[in-house]
């Protein structure tokens, strides 16, 4: 699962929807995406998110590569909060556990 979270303020809304409609129209056919669902925060009215989940990271990959993703799909991630984006549920994780730094 890879959740983008956004902070767009009112004035940046229409720009944002713009940008965040023509990514998603590039996400949806990509091979591999099982679900892609845009939310919007019910208690803070700027935070936005956008929730894919993906057959496996190698889908999720390639369906970032190619020239339309590059031209569509990341300049949507530009405006995205800078946090850790990809979660695998504890049974997925298996060996691929984060180490602890000390």
């Known amino acids: 699962m890879v959740v983008n979270r956004f902070r767009i303020s009112e004035i940046d809304l229409a720009?944002?929807?713009?940008?965040?409609?023509?990514?998603v129209a590039v996400l949806r056919p990509k091979a591999g995406l099982e679900s892609l669902r845009v939310l919007h925060n019910l208690d803070e009215s700027d935070l936005w998110a956008l929730v894919t989940i993906w057959q496996d990271v190698g889908s999720y990959r390639r369906a970032l590569s190619g020239m339309e993703s590059k031209m569509v799909i990341w300049p949507l991630f530009a405006l995205a909060v800078?946090?850790?984006?990809?979660?695998?549920?504890?049974e997925e994780l298996g060996d691929n556990r984060p180490r602890r730094q000390f």
Not at 82 to 90: D, F, G, Q, R, V
């Open 15 to 23: 720009s944002f929807r713009s940008t965040l409609d023509a990514a």
């Open 82 to 90: 800078n946090e850790p984006s990809a979660y695998l549920s504890p």
